[in-house]
């Protein structure tokens, strides 16, 4: 897994500069980072400064008689503070302030208060732009049992007169059997409460201990607050244990397989978290959950459909993560409480975090309670399950922003594959409850809505039938014959077409203005509907004059592109806007950036040659395992004319396309080309839409595949690089003589094609 410390190599080359973490005895460090002739970087908590009888407050001897506060106060140091929303109390914001720093920069996804806000990225953009894992909810609700004894205690009310409980029953009404608020005393009897229901016979209220939060009964049941004991509850808890591990077994299928055919190019671990209502209900060795675990895991390890997989003994692949007495003896924790048995927990885990995505840890199953509420996450988490009860104080959001990040593979390199990364929710509410409550977290969090992204996997969870007379077809052997040949490329551009295609983008961009004041004058009209601008009487502008260091233009192009550094210079002279740098160097640098870019992938991709690699290609055969497993979509349309009896459409455009070729009397037959048949570019492996049989008037056939996007302009491509890797891709199939297009019309992409003769 990459670290801080290989990112910022990466990003600034040749930076000389010192990490570490703060550590009292350790006071030399505090010495260096103050007088230090290079940067310092240094990780503190923020309780290791806010109090005055910490060390680093404290006048010392080993720092010639001042405070070691002193020495990072007198070099103004930048402050990055994570997750600030922690430091709004008068006393944190105090110690802060301590530090005399130079400007502070506040890094979090849920502040609760914006200051001077330079750079937002919304939860709602990350999971568009695929910065984070899909999320995919498996929802397990038991149906209401009126023929049981349901009590739910809401809470216990504890005053000097004496102690009750606000409690939920099944009363008989005059409308039927309804869910009924009561409150209860000792020796109140719930079959009287409940208009004589004889299902809670024995029901009689023995005790209620406030400090427990419990309800004890005469017939030796006991009742948690925020915990239900209809007679199901732990059947739906046990199913979901087998789902958790259902899901998990899949995952670590589905990720064989994409390791196996190339789809990622190393294999990846992944995990699965459990929250669970008490850490007593696992950490015993004859607790339910550990149990029902251990069997779980046990059946769905002799599982025929899981025999390609070599996971660990079930001892090896589980363990809890909880606060614990001073007798180390695991307990639970209220949500969000600072004590030194959860930090003692979260220090355990994080110690373990980049271990936990090796194969040479064993431990894939990680049951917590809440010492992973805030602060920890592990980018290889692709299924949690929530055993707590559905008024847990836990958020929605809380619990998959413990699994949302991207999968790191073996390699070490973060996982953009769509086709793996899912997160799998196992929640113990309807998918509808389950999906509104996380859009309304996220949208009084953030102000934007999350709406239809999340899949129901109860409902979008799709298996596709493989036919294999279809495999064994002369037409669809002979398309396969003529599309899977596979190839090598090389790169062949000149470096002065470069340069010039560079200087010709640079002179035509649109002058780069200084940075200006901006006046307008506005008349103000008033009248019985408020105030509003009636007139604009005049504008000016007033350009800014301040004194600047300009920034180093060629370091910081060629961090930017990928040119040699003579590259860079040669285009800058050849340019006639380079004054303009002077004027906003920060748009000046961008947009010569961007053309430079242009110019060099322009060239790349009108430049690439492939070449088949004689005898390699991609086997059909492939097809038999992949279909076999199920599959997570929105869109998925019932079809005739493929080897699937449905294709998965990831947009209207696929959708629409799919339709009219299953329609077309022209088609004999088309492939939703699988997420492992990949073209190789220097932009990365690029994975061609589809492949289609047209059967032409005379009775000749084309082979043909086609790429489907939503526009047929390649520079008006959401993302840049998809229209260098189209380009690639054509090149790819013009050196295997398949006909190749991309564009949005159905009709038009279908009938482009050459005629056969």
């Not at 671990?269 to 251990?294: C, G, H, M, Q």
Request: aromatic fraction near 8%; charge should be negative; proline fraction near 4%.
């Amino acid at each position: 897994m990459r670290n801080p410390r290989d990112h910022i190599k990466e990003i600034y080359d040749g930076l000389q500069f010192d990490h570490y973490v703060y550590d009292s005895k350790a006071l030399t460090r505090v010495r260096q980072f103050a007088t230090a002739s290079h940067l310092q970087i240094m990780v503190i908590n923020i309780d290791a400064f806010a109090n005055d009888a910490n060390i680093i407050n404290r006048p010392t001897d080993a720092m010639n008689g001042y405070r070691p506060i002193e020495f990072l106060r007198a070099c103004r140091p930048i402050v990055i503070m994570d997750e600030p929303q922690n430091m709004e109390t008068p006393t944190r914001r105090q110690a802060i302030a301590s530090l005399a720093p130079l400007f502070r920069l506040r890094y979090s996804a849920t502040h609760r208060d914006l200051k001077h806000l330079v750079y937002r990225l919304t939860p709602v953009d990350a999971y568009d732009l695929r910065l984070v894992k899909k999320i995919g909810v498996l929802s397990i609700v038991k149906d209401e049992d009126l023929g049981e004894a349901f009590v739910e205690i809401a809470r216990i009310n504890a005053t000097p007169t004496g102690v009750t409980a606000t409690a939920y029953i099944h009363k008989m009404t005059s409308r039927g059997t309804q869910r009924t608020r009561v409150t209860l005393r000792k020796d109140d009897d719930l079959e009287e409460l409940s208009g004589g229901r004889q299902v809670y016979r024995g029901w009689a209220v023995e005790d209620i201990h406030a400090d427990a939060g419990v309800v004890e009964f005469g017939n030796g049941r006991r009742a948690r607050v925020d915990a239900l004991t209809d007679e199901g509850a732990e059947a739906a808890q046990r199913l979901q244990v087998r789902k958790a591990v259902e899901a998990h077994f899949e995952k670590e299928l589905q990720l064989f397989h994409a390791h196996r055919k190339g789809v990622i190019p190393a294999a990846i671990k992944p995990l699965t978290l459990f929250f669970i209502d008490r850490v007593a209900n696992y950490y015993l060795p004859d607790s339910k959950l550990r149990v029902w675990f251990e069997e779980e895991y046990a059946s769905f390890r002799a599982d025929g459909r899981f025999r390609n997989l070599d996971l660990p003994d079930v001892a090896d692949v589980h363990d809890g993560y909880f606060a614990t007495s001073a007798r180390g003896v695991p307990r639970d924790t209220a949500l969000g409480r600072d004590t030194k048995e959860t930090a003692d927990a979260f220090a355990r885990i994080m110690q373990n975090k980049e271990r936990l995505v090796s194969f040479d840890e064993p431990l894939r199953f990680i049951f917590s309670h809440s010492a992973l509420a805030e602060g920890w996450d592990n980018p290889n988490v692709f299924t949690i399950c929530n055993l707590q009860d559905g008024h847990a104080e836990m958020r929605r959001r809380q619990q998959i922003g413990r699994g949302l990040r991207l999968p790191v593979m073996a390699n070490g390199e973060r996982c953009h594959s769509d086709a793996v990364n899912l997160l799998t929710v196992i929640a113990n509410e309807r998918f509808s409850t389950f999906a509104e409550a996380l859009q309304t977290e996220i949208e009084e969090e953030t102000g934007v809505s999350f709406e239809r992204r999340i899949v129901d996997l109860n409902r979008d969870k799709v298996k596709l039938k493989l036919k294999p007379e279809v495999l064994a077809d002369p037409i669809f052997l002979e398309l396969w014959d003529r599309i899977s040949p596979r190839t090598i490329y090389e790169l062949r551009f000149d470096t002065k077409t470069v340069i010039a295609g560079a200087i010709a983008r640079i002179d035509t961009r649109a002058e780069v203005e200084a940075i200006k004041f901006r006046i307008e004058r506005n008349d103000l009209a008033m009248d019985a509907s408020g105030v509003s601008s009636a007139d604009v009487r005049g504008r000016a502008e007033i350009e800014l004059t301040v004194s600047r260091t300009l920034p180093d233009i060629v370091t910081e192009l060629c961090r930017r592109v990928p040119l040699s550094r003579r590259t860079v210079v040669s285009i800058l002279r050849g340019c006639a806007r380079l004054e303009e740098g002077k004027r906003n160097p920060a748009v000046f640098i961008d947009q010569v950036a961007r053309a430079m870019n242009e110019a060099l992938f322009e060239q790349v991709a009108d430049g690439i040659v492939y070449t088949p690699l004689p005898g390699e290609r991609w086997e059909a055969s492939l097809f038999e395992d992949l279909h076999q497993e199920e599959t997570y979509a929105k869109t998925v349309l019932d079809v005739r004319k493929s080897v699937t009896d449905k294709i998965v459409c990831d947009s209207e455009v696929e959708e629409r396309f799919a339709a009219f070729l299953d329609g077309s009397d022209e088609i004999q037959l088309f492939l939703k080309l699988p997420g492992w048949f990949l073209v190789p570019t220097p932009l990365g492996n690029y994975n061609p839409d589809w492949a289609f049989v047209r059967r032409e008037p005379l009775g000749d056939y084309l082979y043909l595949v086609r790429e489907t996007k939503g526009g047929s302009d390649l520079s008006k491509l959401r993302f840049e690089a998809e229209g260098w890797k189209i380009k690639c891709g054509s090149a790819h199939f013009r050196s295997i003589k398949v006909d190749y297009a991309f564009g949005e019309d159905p009709e038009k992409l279908v009938r482009s094609a050459l005629s056969a003769a």
